[in-house]
C-alpha cells in the first residue's frame, strides 16, 4: 500500500525487527521465543504486507500441536539460559520444547482471516486444508480434557493460559500452595518494571502448578481434575466459540462438512452455555470457579471479551453500556479491571492497564453488535496511545504511560488492523 501512513510504516518495522524468519518474538529480551496467541494475532498483522509469512507463522505454531490435540502456549525454538521458566522447568520432553500448557485459541479465528484475504492465491487452499485440520483437533481436545462434564463451557488450569495475574484468579489461585517451589529468577522483571509485573507470591504460585503437572507427566486426561485451579472465563470460552465458528465456516469453503459440523456444534452448545455466566448486578459475564462451583465476582475485560461471540443483542448492548460506563472513569477505554472496583490497580499488568489486542477483540464485536460510535471510540483510544506512548506492551488507561515490554509485536499488528481495516 503506497499511501501507508508513518504510523503504519512504523508498526510493520516493529515486526520485521522481531522476526527470526519462520516464526516472531513478542519482544526482543523479555519474551524471546514463540507464544501461541501473540503469534495469531501477529499474523494478522503480517498478513497485510506478507500474506505468505503470515501463513508460516501460524504453521510455525501448529507445527508443535502435540499428538493429543494441545497446541502449547510456549514453543522454545532457540537456547535463552537466561529465560525462567525455561523447557527444563517445564521438561515436557518434545523434540523442540515447548511448554505444557496451552493459550486462548484465537487461532481459528486468525487462519479463517488469513484465507480470507488470500483471495484465491496459489497454494493458500492447501495451506488452510494443513491447518484446519489441527484445527479441529485442538478444539476437540479443549473440549475432551477442560469439559469432562460436558456442559459447553472449558476451564483454564493455569492463570498464564489466561490473563496471567487477572483480578478473576485471586479467590480460586489462594487455594495453590507455594511450598516446595525450587529457587528461581524471574526473567520479566530484568526488563520491565516489577511495579508493573506479577507479584512474587503469584509467581511462586505459577511455579507450583508447573511442577505439579511435570509430576503428572503433562498427561492432559488428568491435569484438570488434579489442578487446585480450574476456573471457567468466558472471555477464553467466547474467543474459542469464535474461533469454532469461523473454523466452521473455513470448513464449509473447503468442502469439509464434518468439521464444518462438528465445530458450529461446539460454537452454538458453547453459547448456551456462556449465558449461565451473565451476572445482572455487574451487567456483564463473569467467572466460575469450577472448584468450588460459585461465581467469581470480580469486573474484569474477561466479562467484556464475549463481545467477540455472537452473543444475544440483549446482552451486547448491556456490555456496551457498561463499557461507556468504564468510559467515564478512565482516559482510554478498555482498561482490563473495572476502575470502579477497589482491586483495580492502573498499571500492573492484567489489573488495569489497556491492552490493544483485547481492544480489537472487544471492537470488533461491537461494531458486528451495530455499536459502530463506541467501537470507534475504542479504536481511536487505541491510535492515540501509539501516538502518545508508542508500542508497548499495554498501558496506563489514565495517562497512556507505555507499560510492560517496548516495541510490541502484537501491538504493531493490531495497529495495522486498525489502521488497515477489511473491506
Known sequence: MANRSSTARTAIEVLRE??????TVPTKGLY??????????TALGQSHYDLDRAWTEVETLFAHQWDDGMVPHMVFHEAA????????????????????????????FAVNRLFRRSGGLPGAEARARVLLAGLDRWHAWFYRTRDPAGEGLVAIIHPWESRDNSV???????????????????????HADPATRPTKEQYDRYLWLVQHFRELGWDSTRLHDASPFRIVDPGFNAILIRSCLETAALAEALSEGEIARRNEAWAQRGLRALDTLWSEPRQQYLCRDRVSGEPVDSPSIG??????????????????ATIRAIGSHVRYLVPSHDPRDPRFDMKRYWRG????VCNYLISEGLARAGEGELARRIIADSLSLIEKSGFAEYYDP???????GTRFSWTAAMVLEFLEPEQ
Not at 18 to 23: E, F, I, P, S
Request: hydrophobic content about 35%; glycine content about 12%; charged content about 15%.
Open 32 to 41: 524471546p521465543f514463540q507464544w501461541n496467541w501473540d503469534s495469531c494475532f
Open 353 to 356: 492497564p489497556v491492552w490493544l
Open 398 to 404: 489514565h495517562d497512556g504511560a507505555p507499560l510492560g
Open 303 to 320: 466479562g467484556l471479551i464475549p463481545l467477540f461471540a455472537p452473543i444475544p443483542p440483549q446482552r451486547a448492548a448491556a456490555l456496551a
Open 18 to 23: 522481531n522476526d527470526r524468519g519462520t516464526y
Open 81 to 108: 539460559p537466561s529465560y525462567f521458566p525455561g523447557p527444563d522447568v517445564w521438561a515436557t520432553g518434545r523434540g523442540v520444547p515447548t511448554s505444557g500448557i496451552t493459550q486462548l485459541p484465537i487461532a481459528g
Open 168 to 190: 478473576d484468579w485471586d479467590e480460586g489461585f489462594a487455594r495453590v500452595p507455594t511450598e516446595g517451589v525450587a529457587s528461581y529468577q524471574r526473567n520479566d522483571t530484568k
